[in-house]
């Protein structure tokens, strides 16, 4: 069974621009959660889609959304991008809710000049 | 308040022994899931053993167990017969109901296995 695949794997934006970043999650699994991960901050929580629907939001402001597709895979956005953007973004899959473990992709490394 | 708590920023182990990671959480709900992550220089996290907290035995897969003591909030990740392979960074991470599939985690414990 193919993992989780994130496109692209690395990309270098200015700042201003904006960036969409795709997630394929494993075959049948239909949650997707994405992740930022900065030296600083650490890992946080950006959304989670369930379902074509949003269901759970971190604490980043409205320059980052996503959205689910029909066979589960995600984008997310991110808006007049910053240099404190620049990041290792994770996606994560799973079945369906809070009791199944989540499985991570390889990650999309952004950074922003 | 953090909620996931990893002390050790970094620590050396010699390859075949084993190492013990430490995590200590804060949750006020009675159920809840702990997780570990590998998280080789490559990037990607890589799951390595869950416990939930109404499981009554300590979760075990392969070279790494769980050290899960409920009444002190701590959930140790033991890796037995250290590789090469081994040296990464590891996450503790914590899922709490009523947050879909939102993880928690600690900041991390990188490990260098010496030859």
């Known amino acids: 069974k193919a993992g989780v695949t994130q496109t692209p794997r690395y990309l270098i934006k200015t700042r201003g621009q904006q960036v969409t970043l795709s997630c394929s999650p494993i075959s049948g699994h239909r949650s997707v959660s994405w992740y930022q991960q900065t030296p600083g901050q650490g890992l946080q929580f950006l959304f989670e889609y369930f379902s074509e629907t949003q269901r759970n939001k971190g604490n980043f402001p409205g320059r980052f959304s996503g959205r689910q597709f029909s066979n589960s895979r995600s984008e997310m956005n991110v808006s007049t991008l910053e240099l404190g953007d620049s990041a290792l973004y994770l996606c994560?899959?799973?079945?369906?809710?809070?009791?199944?473990?989540?499985?991570f992709g390889p990650g999309t490394r952004l950074t922003v000049l | 308040a953090q909620k996931i708590t990893q002390t050790q920023p970094g620590m050396f182990v010699q390859e075949k022994e084993a190492v013990t990671l430490d995590c200590t959480y804060d949750?006020?709900?009675?159920?809840?899931?702990l997780f570990w992550y590998k998280q080789p220089s490559s990037g990607e996290m890589i799951f390595l053993i869950y416990q939930g907290s109404y499981d009554q035995q300590n979760a075990t897969e392969g070279r790494y167990s769980l050290n899960f003591q409920k009444a002190r909030k701590s959930a140790n990740l033991v890796i037995s017969a250290s590789q090469l392979g081994d040296s990464a960074m590891y996450f503790c991470?914590?899922?709490?109901?009523?947050?879909?599939?939102?993880?928690?985690f600690g900041g991390g414990t990188r490990v260098l296995v010496k030859p």
């Open positions: 991470a914590m899922r709490e109901p009523g947050a879909g599939n939102k993880l928690t």
């Open positions: 949750t006020s709900d009675p159920s809840y899931g």
């Open positions: 994560a899959s799973s079945l369906t809710t809070y009791r199944d473990t989540q499985y």
